[in-house]
T-cell receptor, first 113, second 114 residues
Framework: SQQGEEDPQALSIQEGENATMNCSYKTSINNLQWYRQNSGRGLVHLILIRSNEREKHSGRLRVTLDTSKKSSSLLITASRAADTASYFC?????????????FGSGTQLTVLP | SAVISQKPSRDICQRGTSLTIQCQVDSQVTMMFWYRQQPGQSLTLIATANQGSEATYESGFVIDKFPISRPNLTFSTLTVSNMSPEDSSIYLCSGRVPGANVLTFGAGSRLTVL
């Protein structure tokens, strides 16, 4: 079953603006990850934040995690047309000896030139 | 990070036939997973491919419909058996490299069943 729900489902912005996507989840997690998927392609890992971290940066990406609210946000600053893609959060939980990822519903981001 | 080559990238199949999707990793991965993604939707885990033993299937997925092989640490196949139009979807394989908590994905196989 889906762990994460993301909003908005779709987001359209102008190049240069910031884009914020949110993810909520239901159960305790080890870490939360964000992936990007360009149309017709596989997913590419962007950033991972551990359950004991509150904020993490990577280039133009900023991720926050609030475990009390079971939510995370991904901020892309100074967006570019090349950022157009679907973005998925994924939560990692332990199941037996294996760690699995459960993906959220995704946000379709369109950056207009 | 590992690179996963997945094929076919797309196929159109007739109802009742079977299709095998292959994934080759350029380095060893500890775990491999198969996902299904309906167009515009999220990913649903089908099964974990275990090396040298039977795959571990998620609820709603069975071995007879989705047999999986993983003969070594760098190769896995997923077969979609006795296909129906409801099986039309994108199938993605992924792998976790040793010491990493993230997944590397193949480019996906877009399957259309007529």
């Amino acid at each position: 079953s889906q762990q994460g729900e993301e909003d908005p489902q779709a987001l359209s912005i102008q190049e240069g603006e910031n884009a914020t996507m949110n993810c909520s989840y239901k159960t305790s997690i080890n870490n939360l990850q964000w992936y990007r998927q360009n149309s017709g392609r596989g997913l590419v890992h962007l950033i991972l934040i551990r359950s004991n971290e509150r904020e993490k940066h990577s280039g133009r990406l900023r991720v926050t995690l609030d475990t009390s609210k079971k939510s995370s946000s991904l901020l892309i600053t100074a967006s570019r047309a090349a950022d157009t893609a679907s973005y998925f959060c994924a939560t990692a939980t332990s199941r037996g000896s294996a760690r699995q990822l459960t993906f959220g519903s995704g946000t379709q981001l369109t950056v207009l030139p | 990070s590992a690179v996963i080559s997945q094929k076919p990238s797309r196929d159109i199949c007739q109802r009742g036939t079977s299709l095998t999707i292959q994934c080759q990793v350029d380095s060893q991965v500890t775990m491999m997973f198969w996902y299904r993604q309906q167009p515009g939707q999220s990913l649903t885990l089908i099964a974990t491919a275990n090396q040298g033993s039977e795959a571990t299937y998620e609820s709603g997925f069975v071995i007879d419909k989705f047999p999986i092989s993983r003969p070594n640490l760098t190769f896995s196949t997923l077969t979609v058996s006795n296909m129906s139009p409801e099986d039309s979807s994108i199938y993605l394989c992924s792998g976790r490299v040793p010491g990493a908590n993230v997944l590397t994905f193949g480019a996906g196989s877009r399957l259309t069943v007529l």
